[in-house]
């Protein structure tokens, strides 16, 4: 029996049924002459009746790719994305790394110049046909990706795009790769397109034994800790890590969260600062965290029992990566603090009466430190800072609100209330990810108020133009809030840091490898989109600024831009 009353007539129809039938809603496209046969397939919808994926047009590479991030991190569904040919996989090498390291499913197909001169439907008839084939076309992404492969022929679509899913899908997840020929998608096909024959593989759980042993450890311990930056990824686990907390007076650190991990709130809840954290700290497990500590700023005590813990655990597609471990447990975050959560209640005999009051009271003394930080950045004057401008977002954030944070935002500084509320820069730092993340957590969660907060920088870094197109096309209102400091704030950073009695250093102005200048009127790109846009350079200002952008993305559903002078 086929997938649909109405059969396909070519192999692009099959492969669009086959994406929609295994639960691909959305295809983010940006289409070249290798989509010819993709484009007729669309065509012919109303007469064929057909199911496919929604295609979601933009205008860049990184737009679709990075939209597709933010897609599956607002659903937790595998997106699917197809760009032109080697040109189009190139433009998406970095957002392809932001996701890899990220773990987030991707299905990445991309055209193929086409394979024949002549003679065959869909064989060469442009210059470009020629100059833009590559010997090893998935060679761009591979290193990157799990999986690569190109399609061959029709036979074998349903079997391809299931192996594509599967292995997308099992963790550690992350992106794959397939490329589509021009003439095999333009083949006659006809007939029942096969239903899926296989499961994608549950994730892993921890073997009984580190269970056991993980649990006397955190039982026996005088002040352990769990140590995250992403386990929120499953929104289930935010609960299930607070109860374990607060049940087994155990602390909890963010170090660089890049999702709403746990309740901030939480009275054991010691903090952000991995280094002051950790400094009692006699148990650090560490939940799937690619970058446990930085050993030229900070380790954990010689004698703390170290547990590395994820479904890769010591993250064996970086080259080089020696934190050491003393015990490592292959899991899922989920599944790990679903078993500590059954075998912790026949220890809680062990736990010494006084941690939890240690635990309580360093955690205490964080909070305590950035309420006064929050309450004199709201009392000050001079110059917008990042600190102020956390403030300020704090005074306006809506309940139902999602910040996408590619610099200035930070979850401590920001009454953060529930799964899905932040997400901080993928691993990998790759520019351009923000707001194009934004704009697709917002496509896949319509009911969210979905808040861009990103550098002059990142913001050149995402082809704003196409950013705010896309947005206007869709009808996907974001609120994008630019902290323009005119500097790459990094790279300055980075010298200091290792020549802070150098010639930069003493120099006592920023260097021209540093300098973003000058000024720009980012807010025009909105206002050009048919969207709100408003520039802000005294303190006084920005609160009411950001409640005028709220109103046009809330109440008139309407893009905005509000575009800081930041200096400090």
Known sequence: MGLHENEVTTVAEAYLSV???RGVSRLFVNAGTDFAPLVEAYARLKQSGLDFPEPVVCAHENLAISMAHGAYLGDGRIQAVMLHTSVGTANAVCGVLNAARDAIPILLTAGRSPLFEDSVPGSRDAN?????????QASLVRELVKWDYELRDGVQVAAVVDRAIDIAMTAPRGPVYLSLPREVLARDASGPLPARRSATPTDAAPSAGAVERLADLLAGASFPVFVTAASGTDPGTAALLGRL????????????????????????????????????????????????????????????IVVQCGPDPHFSRYPIRTHRSDL????????????????LPGRSGRIAKGRRAAIEGAAADSRAQVARRLAAEGRAGGPITKAFMNWALAEVLPQDAAVVSEYWARPELLPLGAPLSFFGTPPAGGLGWGLPAAIGLKLALPERTVISAVGDGAYLFANPAACHHAMAMHDIPVLTVICANRKWSAVEGSALGMYPHGHAASAGQLSPLAELGPAVAFEQYAQASGGFGEAVTERKDLVPALRRALRAVQDEHRQAVVNVACPG
């Open 19 to 21: 994406l929609r039938d």
């Open 245 to 304: 907390c607060e049940e087994y007076s155990v602390g909890v650190v963010e170090s660089a969260p890049r999702r709403y991990n746990v309740r901030p709130t939480s009275p054991l809840h010691l903090g952000y600062d991995l280094g002051t954290a950790v400094a009692n700290a006699d148990v650090l497990c560490f939940l799937d965290m690619d970058v446990p500590w930085i050993p030229a700023r900070v380790s954990p005590p010689p004698d703390a």
């Open 128 to 136: 470009i046909h020629w100059p833009q084939e590559m010997y090893d």
């Open 328 to 343: 490592s447990v292959t899991a899922s975050v989920g599944n790990l603090l679903a078993a500590l959560a059954t075998a």
